[in-house]
């Protein structure tokens, strides 16, 4: 009875908060306010806008100039490295004349939120006409904030789509209430991450506005891939966000009920304080980095290629209304497309194992044919993953992913080497051993964080804790999201290969047809499979003959039980090569196999907690919720 009466008040509340929207007339008071004391001071009177030299920007704009409709040309650069790519975003904000837009999931308030804002607010002060489009959930969650920022210049423009209740801020209750009341919509994110500048450059891929997203966090870091594209392609990426931009669900400030509020009881507020970092010197090491045309050449031009065949490709918006258009999951469409006609290989690298059912057919079709293309995947461990309710239905269809569609799996360790040695090129101490700084700043020494494992995700700790480890130190958890297919193309974007990504969330990336690139792409995605960075996951081997294989028969019989799959012992298992064995590395098809690689459980690392359990539950009782998860 208890259990009814709080579903019936949730519903209550959400019939109540659906209809709260603000009248015209609420609306227009804001915008007088904002109008009337918005800071109108330029710091820039000449026609350029006081753009400062970049040679990314020249570069695409080279490539925009020598293109033609029938033969385009796009320089491309593969952003595996944090520090690069943001590097090569502040640049290119302060080398801007007329325009930046730009797109993201999540947008935090920490020091790389801050220092990306800054960057933007300092631009439109100058007089570049700045867009910023974050999707509301995970974003900008401070009201007075955004308040602020509505009157901080008249050329930085903020929208937030698909805002829970028109709030700028979801609450706990808010939250229960748009999954019982609204659960489509809801649950439909933007996931899109873009930048562009000037119609003539763009950045796309997994990176958020986060420090996990650039190794600036000195817990918990991701692995993440963008790609810079400067040419025509650009052009696509600009239609796209203008798409999004005009879309209902992209809402002002204005029209969010707490921000409007804010605004208008306040008309003579003060303005916006700027940003206060943790870490400034870091930031600074960072900002003086951007402004180095040698740093920028040496790190990022000198990896870039030269190419024609690029195409940006983005889903619609709100693309759960429209189900039955086909170009509403474009992107997603296409990447299928792609797969589908693969002959030799696929290399995927995903944060989250859950194929959709589309996907399962098109990777069952492929493991038929004779000879099979070779499907390679590059994901997350239990240990690695931030997403550990994902990971228990990854880990429940274990037996299919190796046996229906002939995956190779390597799931990423939590120590693994290249991360931190990415971590390292991004991060050192400054001389009194206190704050870090940008690795190649003046004045400073590489060394060390002491370790400060304490088992939770980020520097906010309010999202999604890691389970605890076993192991001590920092950890790192994948998040890139690309494909190589046949050594002749490479796609890097937002689309995570899930029910989540086909179904709801709009996803946006860069297709590059070029073989160079695919060979540059298909490197970067095979280093994170190598033993020192990776477990591989492979058929269990019995121990004992009988019992061993009645226990894998059970297990089978356990795997195909959408409820109380609750077997222990799994098909699968991980493997890690034996450091004295002498052995390179190999595939479990390899005969060698079992003499080079010893087991090392289903979740090596994971220290016996909540999480585990949980994993161990969703495994047995979640099968339903893969298109949530």
């Known amino acids: 009875m208890r259990t009814r009466c709080t579903v019936l008040l949730i ?18 008071q804001a915008d007088t306010v904002v109008a009337a004391s918005t800071d109108r001071q330029s710091t820039c009177n000449r026609d350029d806008h006081c753009a400062t030299p970049s040679p990314l920007l020249d570069a695409a704009a080279q490539a925009m100039a020598a293109s033609t409709p029938d033969h385009p040309e796009h320089i491309v650069t593969l952003l595996d490295d944090s520090e690069a790519s943001l590097a090569a975003r502040i640049n290119l904000i302060r080398a801007a004349k007329t325009s930046i837009d730009v797109q993201s999931y999540i947008w935090d308030e920490d020091d790389l939120g801050q220092l990306a804002l800054s960057e933007l607010v300092d631009a439109a002060r100058r007089g570049v006409n700045v867009r910023i489009l974050a ?51 809801f649950n439909q994110r933007m996931h899109n991450k873009l930048l ?31 790609i810079m594209v400067g040419g025509p392609a650009a052009q696509q990426m600009a239609k796209a966000f203008n798409l999004f931009w005009k879309h209902k669900r992209a809402v002002p400030l204005t029209h969010l009920r707490d921000v409007n509020h804010l605004i208008v009881r306040t008309p003579s507020a003060p303005p916006w304080p700027g940003p206060h970092y943790v870490y400034p010197a870091r930031v600074a090491a960072a900002q003086a980095e951007a402004e180095d045309p040698d740093w920028l050449n040496e790190h990022v031009l000198d990896n870039a290629l030269h190419t024609s065949k690029v195409e940006y490709f983005s889903d619609l918006p709100a693309k759960t209304e429209q189900p039955s258009r086909r170009q509403a999951r474009e992107f997603t469409a296409h990447l299928m497309q792609l797969v589908n006609h693969a002959r030799q290989q696929v290399i ?31 994901t997350n461990s239990l240990a690695s993953t931030d997403a550990f309710a994902v990971y228990a239905y990854s880990y429940k269809k274990r037996k299919s992913y190796l ?11 939590p120590r693994a080497e290249l991360a931190a040695d990415d971590y390292m090129q991004a991060n050192v101490e400054d001389e009194d051993g206190g704050t870090p700084l940008v690795a190649g700043a003046a004045g400073t020494h590489r060394r060390r964080f002491p370790g400060t494992d304490r088992g939770f995700f980020g520097s906010t700790g309010k999202r999604n804790r890691p389970a605890p480890l076993t192991s001590p130190g920092r ?42 690139f695919a060979a540059q792409l298909r490197d970067s995605i095979l280093a994170a499979t190598q033993p020192q960075n990776a477990w591989v996951i492979a058929p269990r ?43 390179p590395p190999m595939q479990p098809s390899n005969p060698d196999f079992t003499r080079c690689y010893v087991a090392v459980g289903d979740f090596p690392d994971v220290a016996i907690s909540p999480k585990l359990l949980y994993t161990r539950l969703i495994t047995a009782f979640g099968a339903g919720v893969r298109g949530v998860l």
């Not at 019939?15 to 929207?21: A, D, E, I, V, Y």
């Not at 891929?205 to 991701?222: A, C, E, H, L, V």
């Not at 994948?478 to 193309?489: P, R, T």
């Open 403 to 413: 046996t229906k569609y002939g995956f190779n799996i390597y799931e990423l360790k």
């Open 135 to 185: 999707d509301q959930l995970f974003s900008f969650e401070d009201p007075a904030l955004l308040a602020q920022l509505a009157r901080t210049s008249p050329n930085l423009h903020i929208r937030l789509y698909n805002p829970t209740f028109h709030n700028s801020r979801t609450s706990p209750l808010d939250f229960a209430a748009g999954l019982v009341c609204c659960f489509m919509r």
């Open 541 to 583: 081997k019995p121990t004992i003959p009988i019992l061993g294989q009645i226990s894998l028969f059970i297990s089978d019989i356990s795997a195909k039980l959408p409820l109380f799959d609750i077997w222990p012992f799994r098909y699968a298992t991980s493997y890690d090569l034996k450091p004295d064995a002498g052995c």
């Open 196 to 226: 562009v500048v000037d119609d003539t450059i763009g950045v796309t891929g997994g990176r958020n506005y986060q420090d996990r997203y650039f190794n600036w966090d000195n817990d918990f870091d991701y692995v993440d891939r963008d």
């Open 11 to 28: 519903l209550l509340l959400a019939s109540l908060l659906q209809g709260c929207t603000l009248s015209r007339a609420q609306i227009k």
């Open 348 to 378: 995927l690298q995903t944060p989250y194992l859950v194929m959709s059912r589309r996907a399962e057919k098109i990777f069952r079709k492929l493991h038929r044919e004779s000879p099979a293309p070779q499907i390679i995947v590059s």
């Open 475 to 516: 950890r790192f958890g994948l998040h890139a999201k690309s494909m190589v297919i046949d050594d002749d193309l490479g796609m890097v974007g937002s689309h995570n290969f899930d029910p989540r990504s086909d179904h709801y969330n709009t996803e946006g990336g860069v297709i590059v047809y070029d073989q160079h």
